[in-house]
T-cell receptor
Framework: EAQVTQNPRYLITVTGKKLTVTCSQN?????MSWYRQDPGLGLRQIYY???????DKGDVPEGYKVSRKEKRNFPLILESPSPNQTSLYFC????????????FGPGTRLTVL | AQTVTQSQPEMSVQEAETVTLSCTYD???????LFWYKQPPSRQMILVIR??????QNATENRFSVNFQKAAKSFSLKISDSQLGDTAMYFC???????????FGTGTSLTVIP
């Protein structure tokens, strides 16, 4: 089944404790992206990647890191999480660019205390 | 940065009726793409419809159609014969033709009333 998977689905952590949210797709997609969703703000793009080893900042990259060492994986790293990073995070992938249909993961609910 | 505005935080419609969701955007680009994504209570984001700015014909997907007014920078979504399964948050989104960054609006929560 074609899908985008994220882990964990739910995470509660404390300020400053490094964490990684994994994202994996099995569709051989070139484009992958991370978004955060906050009430009243919609979805905002954090980082995106056009291909292996190619990543670019989105609208709200501060406090986040990403890597794209393999085509299928695009982990989101929070080196020192803060409470303002409490949010719902979505990973997405599409065949070539975001103009193609983006397939979204199920979301990761992160709470930083 | 591009901006996408959805001025209706919440809307409701009777089952089988028609509803229109509004979206405006701000850009200096001439060529770009516009999208409507749906997020049902399951939180899974689903593409509803896509419009390329250089195409004058409005996109249609079954019961979903758009009214694209390029000069007015308006991109509304019309849902005909509303069904209970249409209950969801709807997001309007924008992407430049030559870019790779994606911009969402703040969303409209639509409730279909039986």
């Amino acid at each position: 089944e074609a899908q985008v998977t994220q882990n964990p689905r739910y995470l509660i952590t404390v300020t400053g404790k490094k964490l990684t949210v994994t994202c994996s797709q099995n569709m051989n997609h070139e484009y992958m992206s991370w978004y955060r969703q906050d009430p009243g703000l919609g979805l905002r793009q954090i980082y995106y990647s056009m291909n292996v080893e190619v990543t670019d900042k989105g609208d709200v990259p501060e406090g986040y890191k990403v890597s794209r060492k393999e085509k299928r994986n695009f982990p989101l790293i929070l080196e020192s999480p803060s409470p303002n990073q409490t949010s719902l995070y979505f990973c997405a992938s599409s065949r070539d660019r975001a103009t193609d249909t983006q397939y979204f993961g199920p979301g990761t609910r992160l709470t930083v205390l | 940065a591009q901006t996408v505005t959805q001025s209706q935080p919440e809307m409701s419609v009777q089952e089988a009726e028609t509803v229109t969701l509004s979206c405006t955007y701000d850009t200096s680009e001439n060529n770009y793409y516009l999208f409507w994504y749906k997020q049902p209570p399951s939180r899974q984001m689903i593409l509803v419809i896509r419009q390329e700015a250089y195409k004058q014909q409005n996109a249609t997907e079954n019961r979903f159609s758009v009214n694209f007014q390029k000069a007015a920078k308006s991109f509304s979504l019309k849902i005909s014969d509303s069904q209970l399964g249409d209950t969801a948050m709807y997001f309007c989104a924008f992407m430049k033709h030559a870019g790779n960054q994606f911009y969402f609006g703040t969303g409209t929560s639509l409730t279909v009333i039986p």
